[in-house]
């Protein structure tokens, strides 16, 4: 059974970097679109950015320019490369493989926690 580890989480202050990971354990990575959500407290789960096999990108608009998502697929990896950090980018962020109106993973992994605050 496929799973998803994201990983890369943490404190940072407001402008700094953080780059996050998701490891896909499997061979379907390399066929379908993948996406990094998130969801602050309190908060519905939102998109952030996802990418298809070839790596056509769609990024939320708040994060443009900040964010830049990107794959390996040599490894089974998706990244998420956050810059410019502001404190309203604080929340848990999940990988996901998005289907339609579903996701492929019904059942979300635990996510990792992003932290921006001085």
């Known amino acids: 059974q496929v799973q998803l580890v994201e990983s890369g989480g943490g404190l940072v202050q407001p402008g700094g970097s953080l780059r996050l990971s998701c490891a896909a354990a499997g061979s379907i990575f390399r066929t379908y679109d993948m996406g990094w959500y998130r969801q602050a407290p309190g908060k519905q789960r939102e998109m952030v950015a996802i990418?298809?096999?070839?790596?056509?990108?769609n990024i939320k608009d708040s994060v443009k320019g900040r964010f830049t998502i990107s794959r390996d697929n040599s490894k089974n990896t998706v990244y998420l490369q956050m810059n410019s950090l502001k404190p309203e980018d604080t929340a848990v962020y999940y990988c996901n493989v998005p289907l339609g109106t579903g996701f492929l993973f019904s059942s979300w992994g635990q996510g990792t926690q992003v932290t921006v605050s001085s």
């Open positions: 990418i298809a096999p070839g790596g056509t990108t």
